[in-house]
C-alpha cells in the first residue's frame, strides 16, 4: 500500500503534464462568445445620419424579416474595405441597415456616394451611446439580429469575401 | 563581435555543464579509478557558472549600446530608453529571461562547489550532477529553440521598444528577483536528488539537511520579496486598488512559495531532529517543480497574462518535454528509493516536530487549492467548457485554511521537541487564541455588514502580533539565538500582514465621481478638491496630469494622477497617484473626460493597507536573520570584535 502511495506523485504530474500538451497542441480557439446572442436588441431611435436614407430605432428591427446590422463610420478605413461585401449581401437580398458612429451627414454621403449604399436605413450615433449599448467595442461591427428583433450573432471586424455566403444562409434560415 | 563571443561562451558553458554532469555521476560509481575523476566536479561547476555569467554579461553589453544588430534587442529596446530600462530590457524578454535563468541556475551549481564543505563526497558529487543536468537540458532550449544572440540582417534603423507597463524601476529588479528565488530552489531539488542517490548513513541526511537549508531559506527570503513587491507593483502601476488577484501569473509565484515555506520549517526538523526526512525531500522536489511548472504556464500562453511572451508551440513542447523530464524523472527517483530511506526520528503527536507536520499539510492543501485553482480552466477547456476560476473560489477555500495556519501559530512555536503537552505551555497563549477567536464572532454579530473572513483576519492577526513575541517571554533577550530572533520576526511579520489584508478588506472606502475642475468630493476622513488638468511630457511619453489637492485634518497634500501615452509601440497607461499616511493610504486614479468637460476620478482609502508589504517584507527580514544567524558571519565578527579589544 505504501508503495502505491509513494508513486503517487508522479502519476498526479503525468496528468497534469499530459493536460498541458493536449492544450499546447489543441487549436487555440479565441473567439469570444457575445452576451447579446439571444438577447433582444437594446431600445434606441437614432436620426437619419444624412439626407434621403431613414434614421434607424429598435422598432425597425422587429419587423417579421431578418436584418444585418451595421456598425460603421466614413472616417473609418476598414468600413471602405468591408463596403463591397455588404452590397453583396444586399444584392443576395439581405436587408442592411447601419448605424453612423460619430460621424456628420455631409462625410457620410460622401462615404456612400464613394463606396456605395447598401443600407436600407442609417441611425446616427453622434456619441457612440447606442454602440456602448449594443456591447460593440469597435468599427466595424455587425449584429445579425431576426424577425423579432433578437440578436443571433455578433460579428466583430471586417466582413470578409469568404463570410457573405455564410451570413446570407445564417440569415435566410433566421425567422 | 559581443554577440558571437556570447553564443560561443553558452555552447562552452552548455559543454561544461555536460562534463559537470559526467564527472559527478563519476563520483558515485563502485570503481575507484572512475569515482577519482569525481574530483574534478567542484572546478568544473565553478568554471560553467563563471562562462554562462560571462555570456549574460555580453547580453547585458548589447543592450546597453543598443546593437540593432541583434533580432532580440531591436525587438524589445529603443535607443530612446533611459539606460535603466534598457539593462532591464535584457532579461524583458523570453530569450533574456531563459539566459538569466540558466546564469542563476549555473551560479548556484558554482556557489555549491565553493562554499559546500560539511557534505560527503558522494553526496555532493550528486547534487552538482542533478544541477549539472538540470542546466544542461535549459542550455538545449536556449541553443535549439531561442537564441538569444542570433543577429538580424539587415540591422533594424530603430527599436521596437517595450511594453511601457514594464518601464518602471521596481519592476527592473523584479524578474532576476523572483528568478534567485526560483533558481535558489533549483539548488534545494539538486540536494534532494542528490540525497535520493547517494543517501546513506544517518550523518548523511543530516548533512544533506544542513546543507540545504541556508539555500532554502535564501530562496525563499528572495521568493517573499519578490511576491511582496509584485503585489505592490500590481496595485499601484494596474490602478485597480486591488493588491492581489489570483490571476495565473501570481498563483504560478505563490505555489513555490507555500511549497518553500513548508520546505523551509520541514528541513529544520530534517537538520535538528533527523525527523521529517520523506517530507523535506518531497517538498523540495515540489518547490522547484512548481517554479518550473509556474514559469512554463505563464510563458507559454496556455494562460493569458501578461507574462507571456511569443512562444511558438515548437519552445512550448520543447520546455514541457524538460518538465516532465526533469519532475518525472525525480518522483520516478522518489517512488523508486523512498521506501528504502527510514523516517529518521519519532516523535509525539503533540510536539514541535507535530505542529510543523500541520504546519506541512496546512500549507501543501493550500498549495493544493490554488494549484487546482489554476489549471481547472484549462482541463475544464479540454473537455470543451470555458470558464475562469476567480477570487470568491481562492478566498472560501484557502482563506479559512490559512487562518487554521495562523491560529496554529500562536501555540506551534512554543511546543518542545519530541514530546510536550497542551498543559505545559504557557497560559497567555491560549488566553490571546481564545480572545481572538471570541473577539471576531463578536465583530461579526456586533458589527452590520462585516464578513467572516476580515472580522476572524482581523482578530487573529492582531492576536497573533502579540502571541507571536510569547516565545521570547522569560528569555535573555541577549542570549536569544539568532535563529528564533528570525522567526519571531518572520512570524510577527505575518500577523501585520494579515492584520493588513483584513484592514483592507474591511474598511476600505471608494468613491467614483465626475468633476470639472475646482469641485470637490470624499473619501473616508479625506476631502478632495479637483484642481483642473494639465499636459506634461516624459522621455518617452506623454501625459495628462490630473491636480487634487487632499485635505485631512490641517494638512493639505497635492496627489497627481496620469493618463500616459507611449510612443514606441503606442500605448496608454493610468498611473495611479498614493498618498501614504500612517495609517492608510488614499489611491487616485484619474479616468476619461466626460463630454461637458468633466474628468472621470477613482478615489480609495484604504486603512493600513501598508502594512501587506510590509508584513511581507518583515517576514523576508525575519528569514535573513535566520540565514545570517546560522552563517559564518557572526562567529567572525565576534572574532573581529575579540581581536580589535585585544
Given at each position: 500500500?505504501?508503495r502505491?502511495l509513494f508513486w503517487i506523485?508522479?502519476?498526479l504530474?503525468?496528468?497534469?503534464?499530459?493536460?498541458?500538451?493536449?492544450?499546447l497542441?489543441?487549436?487555440r480557439d479565441?473567439?469570444?462568445?457575445?452576451?447579446?446572442v439571444?438577447?433582444?436588441?437594446p431600445?434606441f431611435a437614432?436620426?437619419?445620419?444624412?439626407?434621403g436614407?431613414?434614421g434607424?430605432s429598435?422598432a425597425d428591427l422587429?419587423?417579421?424579416?431578418p436584418?444585418l446590422?451595421?456598425i460603421?463610420?466614413s472616417?473609418?478605413?476598414?468600413?471602405?474595405?468591408e463596403a463591397p461585401?455588404?452590397?453583396?449581401?444586399k444584392?443576395r437580398?439581405?436587408?442592411?441597415?447601419?448605424i453612423?458612429i460619430?460621424d456628420?451627414?455631409?462625410d457620410?454621403?460622401?462615404?456612400l456616394?464613394?463606396?456605395?449604399n447598401p443600407?436600407?436605413?442609417?441611425?446616427?450615433?453622434v456619441?457612440?451611446?447606442?454602440?456602448?449599448a449594443?456591447g460593440?467595442?469597435g468599427?466595424?461591427?455587425?449584429f445579425?439580429?431576426d424577425?423579432r428583433?433578437?440578436?443571433r450573432?455578433?460579428?466583430?471586424g471586417v466582413?470578409l469575401?469568404?463570410?457573405?455566403d455564410?451570413?446570407?444562409?445564417a440569415?435566410?434560415?433566421?425567422? | 563581435?559581443?554577440?558571437?563571443?556570447g553564443?560561443?561562451?553558452?555552447w562552452?558553458a552548455a559543454?561544461?555543464?555536460?562534463?559537470?554532469?559526467v564527472?559527478?555521476?563519476?563520483g558515485?560509481a563502485r570503481?575507484d579509478?572512475?569515482?577519482a575523476?569525481?574530483l574534478?566536479?567542484?572546478p568544473?561547476?565553478?568554471?560553467?557558472?563563471?562562462?554562462?555569467?560571462?555570456?549574460f554579461l555580453?547580453?547585458?553589453a548589447?543592450?546597453?549600446?543598443?546593437?540593432l544588430?541583434?533580432a532580440l534587442?531591436?525587438?524589445?529596446?529603443?535607443?530612446?530608453?533611459p539606460?535603466?530600462?534598457?539593462?532591464a530590457?535584457?532579461?524583458?524578454?523570453h530569450?533574456?529571461?531563459?539566459?538569466l535563468?540558466l546564469?542563476i541556475l549555473?551560479?548556484g551549481g558554482?556557489?555549491?562547489?565553493?562554499?559546500e564543505r560539511?557534505l560527503?563526497?558522494?553526496m555532493l558529487?550528486?547534487?552538482l550532477?542533478a544541477?549539472?543536468?538540470?542546466?544542461?537540458?535549459f542550455?538545449a532550449f536556449?541553443l535549439f529553440?531561442?537564441?538569444?544572440?542570433?543577429r538580424?540582417n539587415p540591422?533594424?534603423?530603430?527599436?521596437?521598444?517595450?511594453n511601457?507597463?514594464?518601464?518602471?524601476?521596481?519592476?527592473a529588479?523584479?524578474?532576476?528577483t523572483?528568478?534567485?528565488?526560483?533558481?535558489g530552489?533549483?539548488?534545494?531539488?539538486?540536494?534532494?536528488?542528490g540525497?535520493?542517490?547517494?543517501?546513506?548513513?544517518k550523518?548523511?541526511?543530516?548533512?544533506?539537511?544542513?546543507?540545504m537549508?541556508p539555500?532554502?531559506?535564501?530562496?525563499w527570503?528572495?521568493?517573499t520579496?519578490g511576491?511582496a513587491a509584485?503585489?505592490?507593483?500590481?496595485?499601484y502601476?494596474l490602478?485597480w486598488?486591488?493588491?492581489?488577484?489570483?490571476?495565473?501569473v501570481e498563483?504560478a509565484s505563490?505555489m513555490p512559495?507555500?511549497?518553500?515555506?513548508?520546505?523551509?520549517?520541514?528541513?529544520?526538523v530534517t537538520?535538528?531532529?533527523?525527523?521529517?526526512?520523506?517530507?523535506?525531500?518531497?517538498l523540495?522536489?515540489v518547490a522547484?517543480?512548481?517554479s518550473?511548472?509556474?514559469?512554463?504556464?505563464?510563458?507559454s500562453?496556455?494562460?493569458t497574462?501578461?507574462?507571456?511572451f511569443a512562444?511558438?508551440?515548437t519552445?512550448g513542447?520543447?520546455?514541457?518535454a524538460l518538465?516532465?523530464?526533469y519532475i518525472?524523472?525525480?518522483l520516478?527517483?522518489f517512488?523508486w528509493?523512498?521506501g528504502k530511506?527510514?523516517?529518521?526520528?519519532?516523535f509525539?503527536?503533540i510536539?514541535r516536530?507535530?505542529?510543523l507536520?500541520?504546519n506541512?499539510l496546512?500549507?501543501s492543501?493550500?498549495?493544493?487549492?490554488v494549484?487546482?485553482?489554476?489549471?481547472?480552466?484549462?482541463?475544464?477547456?479540454a473537455?470543451?467548457?470555458?470558464?475562469?476560476?476567480g477570487?470568491?473560489y481562492?478566498?472560501?477555500?484557502a482563506g479559512?485554511?490559512?487562518l487554521?495556519?495562523v491560529a496554529?501559530?500562536?501555540v506551534?512555536?512554543?511546543?518542545r521537541?519530541r514530546?510536550d503537552?497542551?498543559?505545559?505551555l504557557?497560559?497567555?497563549a491560549?488566553?490571546?487564541?481564545?480572545?481572538?477567536?471570541?473577539?471576531a464572532?463578536?465583530?461579526?454579530?456586533t458589527?452590520p455588514?462585516?464578513?467572516l473572513?476580515?472580522a476572524?483576519?482581523?482578530a487573529?492577526?492582531?492576536?497573533?502580533?502579540l502571541?507571536?513575541?510569547?516565545?521570547?517571554?522569560g528569555?535573555s533577550?541577549?542570549?536569544?539565538?539568532g535563529a528564533t530572533?528570525?522567526m519571531?520576526?518572520?512570524?510577527?511579520?505575518?500577523?501585520v500582514a494579515?492584520?493588513?489584508?483584513?484592514?483592507?478588506?474591511?474598511?476600505?472606502?471608494?468613491r467614483?465621481?465626475?468633476?470639472?475642475?475646482?469641485?470637490?468630493?470624499?473619501?473616508?476622513p479625506w476631502?478632495v478638491d479637483f484642481t483642473?488638468?494639465e499636459?506634461?511630457?516624459g522621455?518617452?511619453?506623454t501625459a495628462?496630469?490630473?491636480g487634487?489637492?487632499a485635505r485631512?485634518g490641517d494638512r493639505?497634500d497635492r496627489l497627481?494622477?496620469q493618463?500616459r501615452?507611449?510612443f514606441?509601440p503606442?500605448?496608454?497607461t493610468s498611473e495611479?497617484?498614493?498618498?501614504?499616511r500612517?495609517?492608510?493610504?488614499?489611491?487616485a486614479?484619474?479616468?476619461q473626460?466626460t463630454?461637458d468637460?468633466r474628468?472621470?476620478l477613482?478615489?480609495w482609502?484604504?486603512?493600513?493597507?501598508t502594512?501587506i508589504?510590509?508584513?511581507?517584507?518583515?517576514?523576508a527580514l525575519g528569514?535573513?536573520?535566520?540565514?545570517?544567524?546560522r552563517?559564518r558571519?557572526?562567529?567572525?565578527?565576534?572574532?573581529l570584535?575579540a581581536?580589535?579589544?585585544?
Amino acid at each position: 500500500m505504501k508503495r502505491v502511495l509513494f508513486w503517487i506523485p508522479l502519476m498526479l504530474v503525468g496528468l497534469l503534464l499530459g493536460l498541458m500538451l493536449r492544450q499546447l497542441e489543441a487549436p487555440r480557439d479565441e473567439a469570444v462568445a457575445s452576451h447579446w446572442v439571444d438577447q433582444p436588441m437594446p431600445a434606441f431611435a437614432l436620426p437619419p445620419a444624412t439626407d434621403g436614407v431613414a434614421g434607424l430605432s429598435t422598432a425597425d428591427l422587429a419587423t417579421g424579416t431578418p436584418h444585418l446590422v451595421n456598425i460603421f463610420a466614413s472616417w473609418c478605413v476598414p468600413c471602405r474595405v468591408e463596403a463591397p461585401q455588404l452590397e453583396a449581401l444586399k444584392a443576395r437580398g439581405v436587408d442592411v441597415v447601419g448605424i453612423a458612429i460619430r460621424d456628420k451627414p455631409e462625410d457620410v454621403a460622401a462615404f456612400l456616394a464613394e463606396y456605395g449604399n447598401p443600407y436600407s436605413r442609417i441611425g446616427s450615433d453622434v456619441d457612440s451611446n447606442v454602440q456602448i449599448a449594443m456591447g460593440s467595442s469597435g468599427v466595424p461591427e455587425s449584429f445579425l439580429v431576426d424577425g423579432r428583433g433578437i440578436v443571433r450573432e455578433q460579428i466583430q471586424g471586417v466582413i470578409l469575401e469568404q463570410d457573405v455566403d455564410r451570413i446570407a444562409r445564417a440569415l435566410e434560415a433566421l425567422p | 563581435m559581443i554577440a558571437e563571443a556570447g553564443l560561443l561562451l553558452l555552447w562552452l558553458a552548455a559543454g561544461l555543464a555536460l562534463l559537470q554532469a559526467v564527472t559527478g555521476f563519476a563520483g558515485l560509481a563502485r570503481r575507484d579509478d572512475v569515482v577519482a575523476l569525481g574530483l574534478a566536479v567542484r572546478p568544473v561547476a565553478i568554471v560553467h557558472g563563471v562562462l554562462c555569467a560571462v555570456a549574460f554579461l555580453c547580453l547585458i553589453a548589447l543592450f546597453a549600446r543598443t546593437d540593432l544588430s541583434v533580432a532580440l534587442v531591436a525587438n524589445n529596446s529603443h535607443s530612446a530608453k533611459p539606460m535603466l530600462f534598457k539593462l532591464a530590457g535584457a532579461w524583458g524578454n523570453h530569450e533574456g529571461s531563459m539566459l538569466l535563468w540558466l546564469t542563476i541556475l549555473a551560479i548556484g551549481g558554482a556557489g555549491v562547489a565553493l562554499f559546500e564543505r560539511r557534505l560527503g563526497a558522494r553526496m555532493l558529487s550528486a547534487t552538482l550532477a542533478a544541477q549539472a543536468l538540470l542546466a544542461f537540458g535549459f542550455y538545449a532550449f536556449l541553443l535549439f529553440a531561442s537564441n538569444p544572440f542570433a543577429r538580424l540582417n539587415p540591422a533594424a534603423s530603430e527599436g521596437a521598444g517595450l511594453n511601457p507597463l514594464l518601464q518602471d524601476p521596481g519592476l527592473a529588479f523584479h524578474p532576476p528577483t523572483l528568478y534567485f528565488g526560483y533558481v535558489g530552489l533549483s539548488v534545494a531539488f539538486s540536494f534532494a536528488v542528490g540525497a535520493l542517490l547517494a543517501g546513506r548513513t544517518k550523518d548523511d541526511w543530516r548533512d544533506f539537511a544542513r546543507a540545504m537549508r541556508p539555500w532554502v531559506l535564501a530562496a525563499w527570503i528572495f521568493l517573499t520579496v519578490g511576491i511582496a513587491a509584485g503585489s505592490y507593483w500590481a496595485y499601484y502601476e494596474l490602478g485597480w486598488g486591488g493588491w492581489w488577484f489570483w490571476d495565473p501569473v501570481e498563483n504560478a509565484s505563490l505555489m513555490p512559495w507555500l511549497a518553500a515555506t513548508a520546505l523551509l520549517h520541514s528541513v529544520s526538523v530534517t537538520a535538528n531532529r533527523d525527523g521529517l526526512r520523506a517530507w523535506t525531500i518531497m517538498l523540495a522536489v515540489v518547490a522547484f517543480s512548481m517554479s518550473m511548472i509556474g514559469t512554463f504556464i505563464v510563458r507559454s500562453g496556455l494562460l493569458t497574462s501578461v507574462h507571456s511572451f511569443a512562444v511558438d508551440p515548437t519552445r512550448g513542447v520543447f520546455i514541457l518535454a524538460l518538465l516532465a523530464i526533469y519532475i518525472g524523472g525525480a518522483l520516478a527517483l522518489f517512488g523508486w528509493r523512498i521506501g528504502k530511506v527510514s523516517s529518521g526520528a519519532t516523535f509525539a503527536g503533540i510536539s514541535r516536530e507535530g505542529a510543523l507536520v500541520a504546519n506541512n499539510l496546512l500549507l501543501s492543501v493550500i498549495l493544493g487549492i490554488v494549484l487546482i485553482g489554476t489549471f481547472y480552466p484549462i482541463a475544464a477547456e479540454a473537455l470543451g467548457h470555458r470558464l475562469s476560476v476567480g477570487p470568491p473560489y481562492f478566498n472560501r477555500t484557502a482563506g479559512p485554511i490559512a487562518l487554521l495556519l495562523v491560529a496554529l501559530l500562536f501555540v506551534g512555536p512554543l511546543l518542545r521537541w519530541r514530546s510536550d503537552r497542551p498543559g505545559r505551555l504557557p497560559k497567555i497563549a491560549w488566553v490571546l487564541l481564545a480572545a481572538a477567536v471570541i473577539a471576531a464572532i463578536a465583530l461579526v454579530a456586533t458589527v452590520p455588514a462585516t464578513t467572516l473572513l476580515p472580522a476572524f483576519g482581523l482578530a487573529l492577526g492582531i492576536g497573533l502580533a502579540l502571541a507571536s513575541l510569547v516565545p521570547l517571554a522569560g528569555r535573555s533577550l541577549r542570549r536569544t539565538p539568532g535563529a528564533t530572533w528570525g522567526m519571531v520576526v518572520a512570524h510577527f511579520g505575518v500577523a501585520v500582514a494579515l492584520i493588513g489584508m483584513a484592514s483592507n478588506a474591511a474598511f476600505t472606502e471608494e468613491r467614483l465621481v465626475a468633476l470639472a475642475p475646482g469641485q470637490s468630493t470624499s473619501v473616508g476622513p479625506w476631502r478632495v478638491d479637483f484642481t483642473g488638468v494639465e499636459p506634461i511630457a516624459g522621455p518617452n511619453w506623454t501625459a495628462i496630469e490630473g491636480g487634487l489637492a487632499a485635505r485631512y485634518g490641517d494638512r493639505i497634500d497635492r496627489l497627481t494622477p496620469q493618463l500616459r501615452s507611449f510612443f514606441t509601440p503606442p500605448t496608454e497607461t493610468s498611473e495611479a497617484a498614493l498618498l501614504t499616511r500612517w495609517n492608510g493610504q488614499l489611491y487616485a486614479v484619474l479616468g476619461q473626460p466626460t463630454e461637458d468637460g468633466r474628468w472621470q476620478l477613482r478615489l480609495w482609502w484604504k486603512p493600513f493597507v501598508t502594512l501587506i508589504w510590509f508584513g511581507g517584507l518583515l517576514v523576508a527580514l525575519g528569514g535573513a536573520i535566520a540565514l545570517v544567524a546560522r552563517s559564518r558571519v557572526p562567529g567572525a565578527i565576534r572574532r573581529l570584535v575579540a581581536r580589535i579589544r585585544s
